[in-house]
């Protein structure tokens, strides 16, 4: 891609050698867990898009913290770089080698470690499947605190790397509060128990959290501890029409204050969006029945069954009288709540399919999240289709330019998106990350005295050399010299 076109490899790296693969057979137990076949490392060098592809020649599978140690521990010896991978879901490029990067990838560490039924808590290896979390939890009368289009594929690993947002994120808040506790490996093998599994605990500084969206620039995360909730026996969905964006902003500030409480969603779509799901994904209709500019799903979730869907039915009759809303409709069972969500939650795959696409997934005030998608149709006329959804409740526009092909397009989107972003005082990755693609482009968002703007991708080895021979002031000695 261009991005990693523009990026050098470090000439500091070495490269794979036939003994190294003898000695990562011997430390891991055979072949089975170091994967040289073709075909799995073109899949593993190729990330979901098909947009960032590396050039690995190695993967390997720990199943054990203490392979993880001994790997970096060799790596860093050997000074091989290598780039830690989970379901390999990302959407910036950050899950794959840029060059050669021996793959790490921690999906044999699937194991659950313990549930404790009071308080909650979840102790999990870090290549659990989001999915499969969540099927565990469901007939303890659990749910995890995060939900994303990816679950199917993505890891806990990958989600708190990434610090993944989604679709729960209004509810349950990001996973800074929701994570309890991680045990990660650094780059040079030191493993670091911050495992732990309590809801309060201030003793000094909370290691962890610099983790948390961390990309894999600071270490490999091996085990996650999580504070999952209850699950509630009233879920409710209304699919909904609004006329203008204004209309959805003050929709917004009612559903906060009318059914706060139960509220656990409350994403958007515009016109754009839908017409894509509806062109490119079978068996999708539109719920409502006249099409309109934009459409928002409310979820609500709570313990009464009769009261919470009432409560729902009402606010939206008085929108409906105030006329905030043009139409909508309330899910009668779960088919047809997924079949909602399908809407919302099938636009990355539709968008994958109707040909090249420009993916932003940005954080700015409300008030100002539709105007850059103006904007952008005004610059980009009918060179493109332009299309904004995502989770309004959060303030997160996920910004998505379709074209037929890629060419030079570019040029007119970027910088001009990142430059409104920063003008906005937003953020260039609302939960996606930086990766490869905006590895570059950090300083948008963070200003220079933090010295943050060198992590910026996750070639764990080259980030973390740079981050320790130029460290941000004051980190060095608290932080980086212990790790
Ligand atoms: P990968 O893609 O494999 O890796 C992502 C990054 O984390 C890479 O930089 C990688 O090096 C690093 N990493 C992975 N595992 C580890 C580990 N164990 N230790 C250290 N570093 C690691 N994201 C959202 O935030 N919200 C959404 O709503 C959302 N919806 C999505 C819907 C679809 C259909 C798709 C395809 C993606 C979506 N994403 C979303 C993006 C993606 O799913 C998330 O970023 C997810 O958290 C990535 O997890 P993963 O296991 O696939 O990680
Ligand atoms: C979502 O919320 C994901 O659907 C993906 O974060 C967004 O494809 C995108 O841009
Ligand atoms: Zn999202």
Not at 286 to 307: A, H, M
Request: charged share 20%.
């Amino acid at each position: 891609s261009s991005s990693a076109s523009k990026l050098q490899r470090n000439p500091l790296f070495s490269s794979l050698e036939p003994r190294d693969v003898s000695f990562f057979n011997e430390i891991l137990g055979g072949e089975k867990y170091v994967v040289q076949d073709e075909e799995r490392l073109e899949t593993a060098n190729t990330d979901w898009m098909h947009k960032y592809k590396g050039s690995s020649k190695l993967m390997l599978l720990p199943k054990t913290t203490e392979e993880v140690s001994q790997i970096l521990k060799y790596c860093d010896s050997r000074s091989l770089a290598v780039v830690p991978q989970g379901g390999n879901t990302g959407l910036v490029g950050g899950s794959v080698p840029v060059f050669d990067e021996v793959i790490i990838n921690v999906g044999l560490m699937n194991k659950v470690l313990s549930f404790d039924e009071v308080s909650g808590v979840l102790v999990c290896e870090a290549g659990c499947i989001l999915e499969n979390l969540a099927t565990f939890l469901d007939p303890k009368g659990f749910v995890m605190p995060l939900d994303l289009g990816a679950k199917g594929s993505c890891h806990i690993g990958g989600n708190v790397s990434t610090n993944a947002g989604g679709l729960r994120l209004i509810r349950y808040g990001s996973l800074h509060g929701t994570v309890l506790g991680l045990e990660a490996v650094t780059a040079n093998g030191n493993v670091l128990d911050m495992l732990g599994t309590l809801r309060k605990d201030n003793t000094g500084y909370d290691l962890k959290h610099l983790f948390i969206g961390s990309e894999g620039s600071l270490g490999i995360v091996t085990k996650v501890s999580i504070l999952t909730q209850p699950k509630m026996s009233s879920v409710n969905l209304a699919f909904i029409a609004c006329k203008d964006f204004l209309s959805c902003q003050k929709l917004l500030v009612e559903a906060k204050r009318n059914l706060g409480e139960i509220l656990s969603a409350f994403e958007f779509l515009d016109n754009n969006s839908m017409d894509l799901v509806l062109n490119h994904l079978d068996g999708v209709r539109n719920p409502v029945s006249s099409s309109e500019n934009f459409y928002i799903l409310i979820e609500t979730t709570g313990s009464g069954e009769t009261y919470d869907r009432e409560k729902l039915e009402a606010f939206l009759l008085k929108s409906l009288e105030q006329g905030l809303v043009s139409d909508g409709v309330i899910a009668q069972d779960i088919n047809q709540a997924s079949s909602f969500w399908r809407i919302r939650e099938g636009i990355t795959e539709a968008l994958q399919k109707a040909g090249a696409f420009y993916k932003y997934d940005l954080s700015l005030p409300v008030e100002e999240i539709y105007n850059i998608v103006n904007d952008l149709r005004g610059r980009l006329g009918d060179l493109a289709n332009v299309m904004g959804y995502g989770h309004l409740g959060d303030g997160n526009l996920h910004l998505n330019i379709s074209a037929s092909e890629y060419n030079d397009k570019a040029s007119l989107i970027e910088p001009y998106v990142y430059e409104w972003t920063s003008k906005h005082r937003g953020s260039i990755s609302a939960e996606h990350g930086l990766g490869v693609m905006k590895a570059n482009e950090i300083f948008y968002s963070k200003s220079p005295e933090t010295g943050l703007t060198k992590i910026a991708t996750n070639r764990l080895q080259k980030e973390f050399v740079e981050w320790q021979t130029n460290p941000p002031a004051g980190f060095k000695h608290r932080v980086s010299d212990n790790l």
